[in-house]
Each structure stands twice: as structure tokens, then as C-alpha cells.
């Protein structure tokens, strides 16, 4: 079986990893020469607007997925008129734009914050009148990492963006003073059935995810409970397949929806080494129509992005169950250039492995302290 996957990332050559195994073969199309699957598989280097490269790409596939959620719909609509695509490409539309994902959480009853469209100064202001500040402004289309958002806190701050105003479509969300942010990895196959992976906490600084703590420290059930409620009623209205990633706000025991990304995400990696079945692994047999394999964690992970630069591999590895992933990307400010999961058979002996990390790691961008705080409340 050759699968085809759109975006030639680190989240394709992690697929690509995972299913080798499995005896798959892929192919890859992306617009970058430098994408980093080309170390591990074929690759198409063009647009992806382009129809003649789209047709060579897809021949003698499978199926397609993709690793990448700002594929352009129409690439996925016309890949599907020749083969499978999953997820269906109505996911992918629906995560392309902020106030359709938001109606979409409402239709279906899972809570979000209070929103609006904006499109004007005018329309900014009357959103304001509605939803009041703080509030946050974000563009509906393609911002991720922090990109294309505004903290509104003051008539000041409005005053502002309203003489610069954006050239696209917006939309304006009630800030949420929010104790924490978590994440849930579902994976749905063919015949309907549902796994899901516990969920996450995530830490986030400059708008990039620095750590994951999994599964999330001192959850109650019933924000697990309604986690996956919410998952199970997007997957099931899209009529889903293979994995989906949903950000959630706790925020006073309650579960705020901000965002879905149908695919593979960040806030996964840990899985790798730290659950029965990877992320990746499950969205392939997903896809596939294979059995989905078990989700279940392997005692606990903490999940470090590395942003922009590397840190020295012979020190880190002396660290009892770490586990460095390097992307093959050019390292520069802002860039995920690869990862580290370590991991331990309890809270304690997580907070002891990551207290051994290098000084690379102690810098206050790793937010490692929240890290050792979590785990150690959690005995």
C-alpha cells in the first residue's frame, strides 16, 4: 500500500516513520525542496494548486491524507474524485476558518467562548460592545504559533488596530481567564469505532508550544468525560476518520473549545514513547482500515519542544528515558527544529528525570518549572 500525504513537515516524516513498520510506502507532495520528508520518501516538489502535479502525485495510491491543515480544500476535492482522502476534506474546510469551526462547536453543543465576525473598524467596535474587553482578535484564516492575534485590553489597544486595521476576514473572542490549557487526541476508524488518548496539558510562551505533560496532572473525570463528549460529536458529524486534535480552556471546571486541527498534532509526540500505540501509528491504521491499536499510556510523559535551536545529544541522552527527535529543518528563531520526550513510571520519578536535564533546558522558555510543580503535587 502507498499512501499519499499533503505537507512534506515533521508531522509527515513521523507518519512516514510509523508506518514503514507496518509495510506501507508513501509518497509526498509539498512546495518546499528543503521539506523534511525527503529523507525518508519520494516527493512531489510543487504547488499545490497544481492540477498536472496533483495528477502525477496521486497515481498508483491508496488513499491520501495529510499532515498539514492549510491544504487548500480544492486539492483535496480534486485528489478525491480519483482516490480516498481522509479525513474528509469538510474537516479540513471547517479548520481552515476560526468562525466556521466556532459555528460548528456551537451547532453541536460544545462550549467555546463568546465570539463574533468582524470585518471593518466599525465591525470591531460593535463586537466589542457585545462581547466587551479583554478580547482577543485573531484572523479567521491561517495564523498558528501566536500569528495573527491581538490582546485587546484598552480602549487604547482598539483605538490601535482600528488605524492599522487587518486586510482580512476576522473574528473577536471574549478573553478567557482560563486555568490551564489541555488538549484530547481522538482517533475514529472506518466502522465508527473511537479511541481516545488521555489528555494533556500544555504550556505554551510567545504563542509556540514549549510542554506537554501527559496525561494531564490532577484531571477530574468529569473534564475527561466531557472532552471526549465533545470529540465524539465532531468526529461523528464529519463523519471522521483517522486522528483529531481538540484545544480545550479549563477554566473553572469547565471545558472551552478553542480550536481542532485534524490531524496529527504537537501536543501527540509524547505518544511515540509514551503510549501502547503512537498518534501516527493509529492515524494509519486508521486511515488504512486497520484495527486501531490501543492508546493507553505508558506511565507518564513530559513532551519539550525545541524551538530554533539543538541541544547537545551525548548529554541529553545520559537522562534516564529521554528521547530526542530531530526534524532535519535549518534551524532559525521561532522554528520547531525537533523534540524531547522523557518519561517515568510515576509523577515523582518524571519530575526527577526532567530535574536532570542539561542547563539547555532550564532556561525559563522550557517552562519546566510548571513541569516539576505539576508532578510533584500529583503524588
Known amino acids: 500500500m502507498t499512501i499519499g500525504i499533503l505537507g512534506g513537515g515533521q508531522l509527515g516524516y513521523m507518519l512516514a516513520l510509523a508506518g514503514y513498520p507496518l509495510g506501507m510506502h508513501f509518497r509526498f507532495l509539498d512546495p518546499s525542496p528543503q521539506a523534511p520528508v525527503g529523507r525518508v520518501a519520494p516527493r ?101 504559533d501566536g500569528k495573527g492575534q491581538w490582546v485587546l485590553r484598552t480602549a487604547e489597544d482598539v483605538s490601535k488596530i482600528c488605524r492599522d486595521f487587518p486586510g482580512e476576514a476576522l473574528i473577536l473572542e471574549r478573553f478567557v481567564p482560563f486555568d490551564r490549557e489541555l488538549s484530547i487526541l481522538a482517533v475514529r476508524a472506518h466502522s465508527g469505532a473511537v ?115 539543538l541541544p547537545e545529544p551525548e548529554e541529553l541522552l545520559r537522562v534516564p528515558d529521554a528521547h530526542l527527535h530531530v526534524y532535519g529543518k535549518g534551524l532559525r528563531p521561532g522554528r520547531k527544529v525537533g523534540h524531547v520526550t522523557v518519561r517515568g513510571a510515576t509523577p515523582q520519578q518524571l519530575a526527577a528525570r526532567l530535574a536532570e536535564l542539561p542547563a539547555f533546558f532550564q532556561r525559563p522558555e522550557f517552562v519546566l518549572e510548571a513541569a516539576l510543580s505539576k508532578s510533584a503535587k500529583s503524588l
Do not use: C
Open 195 to 309: 479511541s481516545f488518548y488521555p489528555l494533556v496539558e500544555n504550556h505554551h510562551r510567545g504563542g509556540i508550544l514549549r510542554l506537554s505533560l501527559a496525561p494531564a496532572p490532577q484531571l477530574d473525570s468529569s473534564v475527561r468525560r466531557a472532552a471526549e463528549d465533545a470529540a465524539q460529536r465532531i468526529l461523528a458529524e464529519l463523519n471522521y476518520v483517522g486522528v483529531l486534535a481538540i484545544e480545550f480552556f479549563e477554566w473553572g471546571g469547565r471545558l472551552l473549545a478553542n480550536e481542532m486541527a485534524p490531524r496529527v498534532h504537537n501536543s501527540g509526540h509524547w505518544t511515540i514513547e509514551g503510549a501502547v500505540t503512537s498518534q501516527f501509528e493509529n492515524h494509519l491504521r486508521a486511515v488504512a482500515g486497520l484495527p486501531l491499536g490501543s492508546t493507553e499510556p505508558l506511565g507518564q510523559s513530559a513532551m519539550v519542544n525545541l524551538i530554533g535551536e
Open 44 to 144: 512531489v516538489t510543487a504547488e499545490y494548486s497544481d492540477q498536472e502535479a496533483l495528477e502525477k502525485f496521486v497515481h498508483g495510491l491508496a488513499l491520501v491524507t495529510y499532515e498539514f491543515e492549510n491544504v487548500p480544500v480544492s486539492a483535496a476535492r480534486f485528489l478525491q474524485k480519483r482516490v480516498a482522502v481522509y479525513p474528509p476534506p469538510e474537516a479540513l474546510e471547517v479548520s481552515q476558518d476560526r468562525l466556521n469551526e466556532k459555528n460548528l462547536f456551537q451547532k453541536l453543543g460544545v462550549a467555546t467562548t463568546d465570539f463574533a465576525a468582524v470585518d471593518s473598524p466599525a465591525g470591531l467596535e460593535a463586537a466589542i460592545r457585545k462581547i466587551a474587553l479583554p478580547a482577543v482578535l485573531k484572523t479567521r484564516r491561517m495564523g498558528y
